[in-house]
């Protein structure tokens, strides 16, 4: 297994190390040099020592010899005293110890005794040499003759003793020079020695050093490389700023930038930054905050990066005296929260503001506007029968067309304003600064973008917009209130007929917030489940027999209690609301019959009725809502019968044909037909006779009249007597007392509904009935009991 | 001894003159060098008292304890003269009859001294002061 190598960086601990180790080191060699050289000079200084003792010893005996001769000639001398120095002195240089003062000359001189054989031999000799010296001189001066035995092996010639004296004199002296001489030159070989050694410790700490030295110059160099490929090879850029602006740039920059580092030292970098982030750049790096700065400079390319830098200020540092900036390309960070926000604020099929977005807007434009009173308007636009165009075409192309409206409206506004898609197809228009006129204006030309024909799915459409506006006067104001009060103008635009502008005003507010109210109440409800079914039942007139039931929506709500169907249903198809109320209506139906299907509680040929309203119709797509409504609970087309009105089914263009086929489909799969309210209408007999009816439902207001007024009973026996030529069942609607049911049944009227057989019942109520055989007889709530019923009469084609 | 080097140089050229003109072919075999071995110390010099004439070195051994030098002085019969201090041999005097010196040295060291000798009286002597008077001088024979 190889092994790691890890890169250790060198701390200033160990630079200090090192350099204290070449320190201790020339310290060391220094020392030692140093201490040679006192040697050198301290056996310089002894030299000069013996040298002067020596030369001394050649004086003490030349200088003895002349006092013996001066004391033969009867003159004043002491050369005992001489001698004795010469011997003295001899004894201080050999053993150590102090040579004598001369008289009159020098001073007395300390001594270390001498070291070396060949020296000291010498010195033995020497000190032999002054003893015999001085014999032979006392004896010829006490007369003695001087043949006393030598101690130094001479051997002095002839019997002459001042000739004897003289030698000795000469050997010692001689012999004294000769030391002095070898003393010198064993001096000088230490001396020499001592400066080879010197020279030989300088050279070792000189060597010792540069090893030391290069050792740390190595890893200093090793360590600057390491750091430089980590600075170079990084993805960072590395910049440092100093006097006169940027001094390095890492090499990264090439990839980062696409420029040279060249390019951006001294004041290049700076000029390449963004003018709206130089001040805060240049504040960073002047106060060296260790807080991050975020930064864009200009690529080579022309397009801005978005740098992250971390900065850290190296100016105390000698070795950088600088701010550091690390600094991170973030443009690709950027870009994704610019695109989040975008997401966040921003309708995803337009482009265009979203609710959020254009709430923000207003609310800070109406800041704006309460601090320096400035008008302000919203608009609010609403597509005129965009659902018909998604419902029937799809929703890819009312997608379409929404982006196309979005586009046109987009060309219409001015930058400043703000233009919104609020959802479906709804959009919204925040003009700041406009006045009435202004608003009233850009109304216009809204509606008028829309003029020219939009291609969807290979068609032209041609769509109209209702548009609200409300016109903010200036100072505070509540956002809230000013979009429900567009909202308020822009229902009001299209009560008037579509297509149009409406201005708000306060009497508008009046006239239909309430229903405006009701609308948003209504979609609540629908959610929390206020919606329920009565059922009302329907008898056969002859018999009494129950035969179905129409099912009745009912609204409680909590905050109106019960809401009848005329106030609310017609609010439900101007929102479209009635699409899911609708839906829900037969699903409901659909359930309950067959649980009473189920529960055997349903004679034969039993029919629950279903109201379907123009505006279901028109929208399209009945039958699959009832397909739904019936798989999901298992009911067979049989029991169910769908009640539409006269105007619905001779509705002209397009969508009526489409109605029409949708209820001939639903007819031939087994759904009963009934028309409502006949009779009040215009429907063409033709049309009638086209349709695949089965059941035509009398209205009510004649019925009324039938017992007394001699017109509606005219009218209700045609009706019926129209019926039974096209072969279908009357039903008479809302009988209230026996007369009426009396009439009726005279008139040969099948089937009966109304108070006097039974009001609109929940559920477990006609459960009971159906479990009974039938509702209660007729006439016995009513104080003024009618004759009973007696038979019934088969239905027809049922 | 501050004259040395110039005693030796006209030693050399003495013993040139000497070996060169004296009209004694070298005899090859007979001629052969030997090594005559002579030890000095104080102050005595011990060698041979005779010698065969011809080429000799002189193997000088100084055995101190004081340094020594070495003069070969051919003498005749007469006495070898001496300085005006009465204790020295004057050596200009003798110029013509030395035959080799060898400059002082020191104790414990040996020299060799090449000569080439004739029948007759030599002297060996060191001359430092005072070493000739008190015993450093020898007679040598030569054959």
Redesign the interface.
């Known amino acids: 297994m190889p092994r790691r190598r890890s890169f250790k960086p060198l701390d200033s601990s160990q630079g200090r190390f090192t350099v204290a180790a070449i320190l201790c080191t020339f310290a060391l060699f220094s020392a030692l040099s140093v201490g040679l050289s006192v040697r050198a000079t301290e056996g310089s200084h002894h030299r000069a020592t013996v040298v002067q003792v020596a030369a001394r010893q050649r004086t003490l005996a030349e200088r003895y010899v002349q006092e013996v001769l001066l004391v033969r000639q009867g003159q004043r001398a002491d050369p005992a005293y001489t001698g004795g120095v010469l011997r003295d002195s001899v004894v201080a240089l050999l053993h150590g110890g102090t040579a004598p003062a001369v008289n009159g000359d020098d001073d007395a001189t300390r001594l270390a005794p001498f070291k070396g054989a ?1 020296v000291r ?2 010195l ?2 020497e000190r032999r040499l002054a003893a015999d010296l001085t014999a032979t001189g006392a004896a010829i001066l006490a007369g003695r003759p001087a043949r006393g035995r030598l101690t ?6 002839g019997g002459d003793p001042m ?1 004897r004296l ?10 004294s020079l ?2 002095a ?2 003393m010198a ?1 064993g001096a000088d070989k230490g001396i020499s020695d001592l400066i080879t050694m010197q020279v030989a410790l300088g050279l070792a700490g000189l060597l010792a050093s540069l090893g030391l030295a290069w050792a740390l110059i190595a890893a200093t160099r090793r360590q600057t490389a390491h750091f430089r490929s980590l600075v170079t090879s990084s993805t960072d850029l590395v910049l440092v700023f100093g006097e006169g602006g940027v001094r390095y740039v890492s090499a990264s920059v090439t990839e980062m930038l696409g420029r040279t580092d060249h390019e951006l030292l001294g004041e290049g970098l700076v000029e390449q930054v963004h003018g709206d982030d130089r001040v805060a750049l240049e504040t960073t790096v002047a106060q060296g905050t260790s807080d991050g700065v975020v930064f864009r400079m200009c690529d080579r390319f022309g397009e801005w990066r978005h740098l992250e830098a971390r900065v850290t200020d190296l100016r105390g540092d000698r070795q950088v005296q600088g701010v550091v900036l690390n600094a991170r390309d973030i443009s690709e960070r950027v870009r994704l929260e610019e695109q989040l926000t975008v997401q966040a604020f921003h309708d995803g099929l337009t482009g265009l503001a979203n609710r959020a977005l254009f709430r923000d807007r207003l609310n800070q434009a109406l800041a704006r506007s309460a601090r320096s009173p400035a008008p302000l308007a919203v608009l609010l636009v609403d597509l005129d029968g965009f659902k018909q165009v998604n419902d029937s075409l799809g929703h890819d192309a009312g997608d379409h067309l929404l982006l196309e409206v979005g586009r046109r409206f987009d060309g219409v506004v001015r930058p400043n304003d703000t233009l919104a898609r609020l959802g479906g197809d709804e959009f919204a228009l925040l003009l700041d600064g406009a006045d009435g006129p202004r608003a009233t204006a850009v109304a216009d030309r809204l509606l008028e973008c829309l003029l020219e024909p939009i291609e969807v799915a290979d068609r032209e459409l041609t769509l109209s917009a209702s548009v609200g506006v409300v016109v903010h006067p200036g100072g505070a104001g509540d956002s809230e209130v000013l979009v429900r009060h567009a909202d308020v103008a822009m229902y009001a635009a299209k009560a008037a007929g579509r297509a149009r502008w409406e201005v708000f005003h306060n009497e508008m507010d009046r006239e239909f917030g309430e229903d405006l109210g009701l609308a948003q109440e209504l979609r609540v409800g629908l959610q929390r489940g206020e919606f329920s079914l009565h059922y009302q039942p329907e008898v056969a007139i002859d018999s009494s027999a129950l035969v179905g039931v129409e099912a009745l929506l009912r609204w409680q709500s909590p905050s109106r209690g019960n809401v009848p169907p005329d106030q609310f249903i017609p609010v439900a198809e101007d929102t479209g609301l009635i699409m899911p109320i609708g839906e829900f209506v037969l699903r409901e139906a659909c359930e309950q019959t067959a649980q009473w299907r189920r529960a055997g509680l349903l004679p034969d040929s039993f029919v629950t009725w279903v109201n379907l309203s123009g505006k279901q119709l028109s929208v399209g797509g009945v039958p699959t809502t009832v397909h739904a409504a019936l798989e999901a609970s298992g009911l067979p087309p049989e029991f169910l019968g769908l009640e539409v009105t006269e105007t619905a089914i001779v509705e002209g263009g397009a969508a009526g044909e489409r109605a029409r086929s949708e209820l001939q489909e639903l007819h031939s799969e087994g759904v009963s037909l009934a028309i409502d309210d006949f009779g009040t209408g215009f429907s063409s007999l033709g049309q009638l006779r086209r349709f695949p009816v089965d059941v035509i439902k009398v209205d009510r207001s004649f019925i009324h009249g039938v017992e007394h007024d001699p017109k509606d009973s005219a009218i209700a026996a045609n009706l019926v007597s129209l019926a039974h030529a096209l072969n279908l069942v009357a039903v008479a609607e809302g009988i209230e007392s026996d007369g009426q049911l009396t009439s009726l049944r005279s008139l040969g009227c099948d089937l009966a509904q109304g108070f006097l057989f039974a009001r609109p019942a929940p559920a477990d109520v006609v459960t009971q009935m159906l479990a009974d055989g039938g509702p209660p007889v007729p006439g016995a709530p009513p104080a003024t009991a009618p004759g009973r019923p007696h038979t019934i009469t088969a239905l027809p084609g049922a | 001894m501050r004259d040395a080097p110039i005693l030796t140089g006209i030693a050399t050229v003495a013993v040139a003159l000497v070996t060169g003109c004296g009209g004694e072919p070298p005899r090859s075999g007979a001629d052969h060098e030997r090594v005559v071995r002579v030890a000095e110390r104080d102050f005595h010099i011990s060698a041979p008292s005779t010698v065969d004439a011809g080429k000799v070195r002189l193997r000088v051994a100084n055995k101190g304890p004081d340094d020594h030098e070495f003069v070969v002085v051919r003498t005749g019969s007469g006495r070898l003269p001496l300085r005006r201090d009465g204790l020295t041999v004057d050596e200009d005097r003798v110029e013509k009859a030395t035959v080799g010196i060898i400059e002082p040295a020191q104790p414990g060291t040996t020299h060799d001294l090449q000569v080439r000798l004739r029948p007759g009286t030599y002297a060996l002597l060191c001359n430092m002061s005072g070493h000739y008077h008190g015993g450093m001088s020898r007679r040598l024979v030569v054959r």
């Not at chain 1, 130094?152 to 010639?157: C, S």
């Not at chain 1, 004199?169 to 012999?175: C, E």
């Open positions: 060949r031999a010498q033995e000799q130094a092996h001479e051997h002095v010639r000739l003289r030698t000795l004199a000469a050997l010692t002296s001689n012999v000769n030391t001489r070898s030159a």
